[in-house]
């Protein structure tokens, strides 16, 4: 890896955080894998009252399809406690024994009824699959190019050619000279395009997806269907009954750079969340308002940041949109509050995006946009990255992240007052081109380089693993809001 300050030492620890069980042998049939249907979960010491603050232990057994206990771990789960009654939930912390058993452990926040709920995402085998095709199988996303220039006989010619990155383990193609390459000078990042028929290398003028390709064997496809996949288990369903205690849970410290994320890092209560990080506020539009007064705010990233830029502008009546004539999706996107003298901006990240047909130039490399930013005290940074690097090689990724790294570290010495929020990934993505294992990986890598860079970093994994709107990868509103005010009290923490 061609790399921006990512030492040997840091590596290895990046990739012992990255560590993940499994089978150890070739799957051949799908009966070897693990069975959602079969596959349960128990409540251990189970009371007949439980107290606000308690800690839950619950024992995951994992079955293959035949019935018979798996003998070794890998299989991804997730947990969560809660009450549809009380509109209240809140993530579980899930270890793997290795042995076929896990312990999910939950804290209890709040008083009233709860139940406890199972769901198998994959299957150890599955997350092998996953495995080999990151690995092996990169291009199974592909992007277009498009050349546009004139013909000898004068003609406007548009041309579109397939693209992608050009990294070790990604072939565009083996042929010599076979295509146009394009680096970026700052980042050392290397976009490459199938050469056009007529027109020269110099004519790519537009970007946009192309499609994807599905290389999976027959029972990598089932491995992946929607009988494996993201599966609740049938388990133990005494309904838990929690009091209220005496005791505080919670912290009260206010939000600031360099805290750690707990499990779990708050609770959902009557839709609302409640931070165990920090102590996050909830903003009125006039509170809002205040506190983004006299702020600069660069929103970078993809889609499920734009999201944040959609809810400000919709909560905030003053901030009006500007028509920068650029590609929604895509952005440069700027709105303007005169009254309070807000800036807020957006901009997706730079190759590789999966995104309708956009002005190449409009695609900045969030490194050289941080880069370039003054900063100072009146500036606010918020960016993610992970949705569209899933099916790449992490040390792809890893160069990217370590780029961005090295871009804030710079700002924030030359503008300490410069605050910066990471908004890590959030779930949704459940098939081979993006499954939530892959984004889980891409997240631990993301949090521990930036562990201690003194950044704000927004946990929204398990604030969408555990609410009950139906999962998407981009959240309902509902989650949103609580994600905002998140972002809101470390921009405002008083």
């Not at 609770?267 to 308002?289: E, G, I, M, P, Q």
């Not at 924030?412 to 990986?441: C, E, F, H």
């Not at 555990?466 to 949103?480: G, L």
């Amino acid at each position: 890896m061609n790399d921006p300050g990512l030492g040997a030492e840091e590596w290895d620890r990046i990739q012992r955080t990255l560590h993940w069980g499994g089978p150890d042998h070739q799957v051949t049939t799908v009966n070897m894998s693990t069975s959602p249907d079969i596959s349960t979960f128990i409540i251990n010491d189970f009371k007949d009252t439980y107290h606000v603050g308690d800690e839950l232990h619950v024992t995951i057994v994992a079955k293959d399809f035949t019935g018979a206990p798996k003998r070794y771990g890998g299989d991804f789960f997730q947990a969560k406690v809660y009450s549809d009654k009380l509109k209240a939930s809140v993530f579980g912390e899930v270890l793997d024994h290795q042995n076929g058993t896990y312990l999910a452990r939950f804290t209890l926040p709040w008083a009233g009824e709860a139940s406890v709920a199972v769901r198998m995402i994959h299957s150890s085998e599955a997350v092998l699959v996953l495995k080999q095709h990151r690995n092996t199988d990169s291009n199974r996303i592909y992007f277009h190019g498009y050349f546009v220039g004139k013909n000898l006989r004068g003609a406007r010619v548009e041309e579109r050619v397939e693209c992608n990155i050009k990294w070790d383990g990604v072939v565009l193609s083996t042929q010599r000279n076979c295509c146009c390459e394009y680096q970026d000078a700052r980042t050392r990042l290397t976009w490459q395009c199938r050469k056009p028929r007529s027109l020269p290398c110099d004519a790519l003028v537009d970007h946009s997806m192309g499609g994807y390709r599905n290389r999976m064997t027959a029972p990598e496809k089932a491995l992946m269907d929607s009988k494996h996949v993201n599966r609740w288990l049938k388990g133990d369903a005494r309904l838990l009954r929690v009091n209220a205690s005496n005791a505080t849970i919670g912290v009260r410290q206010p939000c600031k750079p360099g805290l750690p994320t707990p499990i779990p890092a708050g609770f959902y209560l009557k839709d609302v969340w409640t931070s165990f990080v920090c102590a996050a506020r909830h903003f009125t539009v006039n509170d809002t308002a205040k506190c983004l007064k006299g702020k600069n705010v660069y929103v970078m990233g993809d889609s499920t940041s734009r999201q944040w830029f959609e809810f400000l502008i919709q909560t905030v009546p003053t901030l009006k949109r500007l028509d920068l004539h650029s590609v929604y999706h895509t952005g440069p996107l700027m709105a303007v509050d005169m009254q309070n003298n807000i800036n807020l901006h957006y901009r997706s990240h730079g190759l590789p995006l999966r995104c309708l047909k956009t002005p190449l130039a409009s695609l900045h490399y969030m490194s050289n946009e941080i880069d370039d930013m003054v900063g100072g005290p009146h500036a606010v940074i918020v960016f993610n990255m992970w949705a569209h690097f899933t099916n790449y090689p992490l040390t792809f990724f890893a160069y990217n992240v370590f780029l961005v790294r090295r871009a804030v570290v710079k700002l924030l010495r030359r503008a300490p007052g410069t605050k910066v929020v990471i908004k890590t990934a959030n779930t949704g993505y459940k098939d081979i081109y993006g499954s939530d294992w892959l984004s889980m990986q891409l997240d631990r890598i993301l949090r521990e380089a930036f562990r201690d860079v003194g950044v704000y970093i927004l946990d929204v994994w398990q604030m969408t693993a555990c609410h009950y709107n139906k999962e998407d990868i981009h959240p309902a509103p509902v989650v949103i809001r609580n994600e905002v005010d998140i972002l809101l009290s470390f921009v405002c923490p008083q």
